[in-house]
């Protein structure tokens, strides 16, 4: 089973900025991030996919979060700026994605543990 460890997470003032890390056990291709908010459905926020790796992302962050992933190092990151209150969840990257859309990544087959971030307004 593949483990993955988000880091990066933490409590910042709307407006502010967060870049999110995931690193994994093993090689990985396709990452998503998703996020759950208390009390909220679990909501796909970003996903990158394919060799050439296209990326596809939630209405509610397209244009302030961007997803990256460095494929030597077993590493996805997710850069978020202009943060909103709005914002605050418990963010999880994820593998195992059953196909290449940002719909998919809450259906993920694998999950890391969380990191949280707050948004204060």
């Known amino acids: 089973q593949v483990q993955l460890v988000e880091s990066g997470g933490g409590s910042v003032q709307a407006g502010g900025s967060l870049n999110l890390s995931c690193t994994a056990s093993v090689y990985i291709a396709n990452w998503g991030w998703l996020r759950q908010a208390p009390g909220k459905e679990r909501e796909g926020v970003a996903i990158?996919?394919?060799?050439?790796?296209?990326?596809y992302y939630a209405d509610s962050v397209k244009g302030r979060f961007t997803i990256s992933r460095d494929y030597a190092k077993k590493t996805a990151y997710l850069q978020m700026n202009s943060l909103k209150p709005e914002d605050t969840a418990m963010y999880y990257c994820a593998t195992g994605l059953p196909s290449c859309g940002v719909s998919a990544v809450a259906r993920a087959k694998d999950w890391g543990r969380g990191t949280q971030v707050t948004v204060s307004s």
């Open positions: 990158v996919c394919g060799l050439d790796g296209s990326t």
